[in-house]
């Protein structure tokens, strides 16, 4: 497991990046997107995937893993990496299952998504306050899967 330390990067905006040496993506022999487990300071783990941005290989540093962390852009880290084997999944939330389960091309085309699409169309599901939001996303992730 390859383990280095490094300064959080502000990449943009809000962003926060953990910037991986070249030698250290390549070493995985897994091409230039890698997914992987990353351990930070031996106390906090996370799945992502290292990609490559602005000519350099970055692990998202969400806001989320900065809470957990109390790190931010600018404060040293120490990091161990390990590649992720395990298949990337998205738990579906129940009114988007029920309307998949109820048409089986619309369940297949949601399987043939990637796990990031899978989790773009989820992630504002989950996070809508009101019943009538989370209706109009449902909605909107059936329309595109029917390719409306």
């Known amino acids: 497991m390859p383990e280095f330390t490094t300064t959080l ?10 910037v991986v040496p070249d030698g250290i993506v390549l070493g995985f022999g897994r091409g230039k997107r890698v997914p992987v487990i990353v351990c930070i300071d031996g ?18 540093f969400n806001s989320e893993t900065r809470a957990a962390t109390g790190k931010g852009a600018g404060d040293e880290i ?6 992720d084997e395990e298949p990337r999944t998205v738990e579906i939330p129940q009114p988007l299952a029920v309307l998949l389960s ?14 990031s699409k899978q989790r773009g169309h989820v992630d504002p599901i989950v996070a809508a306050r009101g ?6 996303r449902v909605e909107k992730v059936i329309k595109t899967l029917r390719g409306k």
């Open 78 to 83: 120490s990091v161990k990496l390990e590649l």
């Open 131 to 136: 019943e009538d939001t989370r209706a109009r």
């Open 102 to 115: 109820a048409e089986p091309e619309l369940l297949e085309a949601w399987n043939q998504l990637s796990y």
């Open 9 to 18: 990067s502000a990449t943009g905006g809000n962003n926060v990046g953990i």
């Open 43 to 60: 106390d906090y783990t996370y799945r992502n995937t290292i990609s490559s941005m602005h000519g350099q290989f970055l692990i998202s």
